[in-house]
């Protein structure tokens, strides 16, 4: 009697312990932009097993993640590919006041699957040897800016213009490469870099020079205890360890 006793408690006690780590446990939706969502799928990864905690992640371009922000989308966080829609969300008055930071600091790159297609000056863009270079549209993409800066430097933009197939973001750009349909394009240096891995095919890492600091920042939308826990995880020491990992720079 006493050992079925003891199993009735020993089993009200973990019933007790589920139902109270679902208690404590919260999600939160986070809208990051299209470069760094690899980076932070990770980062994800490990927050969710050390805090039982749930994200649910939303990714896409900047431009579209503010615009659904402005319209009243319910992200407690705003991950962008910029500093200008955080600071313009700041004036506007839609994010927690103090919150925004910079998280990463891009680099632009131009790269191709092929090996020794790309050499590492990128005299590739003036040899011609190409039919189409991807890059995401300078309009709407930090990175396609930082692409159309670094080509005017050198002299090769208008050149270039004709062979040029643009994405929305630098994710669509990226995958332009992959796929083949572009045998070359800017992408992200996060798109190409894994921890601890060598970069597959070949690359021109663009001088941080040819085109302005790509600050990329993160703002608090709601006033959230699990949503300041994420924040402070990513500015740890472990987390900025895995940014730098995906090839970006930190403040």
């Not at 799928?41 to 994200?55: A, M, N, Q």
């Not at 991950?79 to 919150?99: C, Q, W």
């Not at 189409?132 to 692409?147: D, E």
Request: net charge positive; glycine share 8%; hydrophobic share 40%.
């Amino acid at each position: 009697m006493k050992k079925i006793q003891h199993l009735f408690l020993c089993a009200a006690v973990l019933i007790l312990t589920i139902a109270t780590n679902n208690i404590l446990a919260d999600d939160i939706r986070v809208a990051v932009a299209s470069n760094f969502s690899d980076t932070i799928k990770l980062i994800i990864e490990r927050f969710e097993d050390k805090t039982g905690h749930k994200v649910i992640l939303s990714v896409g371009s900047t431009g579209k993640h503010y615009a659904q922000i402005i319209n009243g989308a319910p992200f407690e966080l705003f991950f962008a590919a910029d500093m200008r829609r955080p600071e313009l969300l700041d004036k506007e008055g839609l994010i927690i006041s103090g919150s925004r930071f910079t998280y990463a600091i891009g680099k632009v790159v131009l790269w191709s699957p092929e090996v020794n297609f790309v050499d590492a000056s990128g005299d590739v863009l003036k040899q011609g040897k190409f039919r189409f270079l991807a890059l995401a549209n300078p309009k709407l993409a930090p990175y396609g800016k930082g692409a159309q800066q670094a080509l005017q430097q050198r002299g090769d933009w208008h050149g270039l213009r004709k062979r040029m197939v643009r994405g929305e973001n630098i994710g669509q750009a990226y995958q332009f490469v992959k796929s083949g349909n572009a045998q070359l394009g800017f992408v992200a240096l996060s798109h190409i870099k894994r921890p601890d891995k060598p970069i597959e095919g070949s690359f021109w890492l663009v001088p941080e020079s040819l085109y302005d600091p790509i600050e990329q920042q993160a703002v608090l939308l709601k006033d959230n205890d699990t949503a300041r826990d994420f924040l402070d995880f990513v500015k740890n020491d472990e987390t900025q360890t895995i940014i730098k990992g995906f090839g970006y720079g930190v403040p």
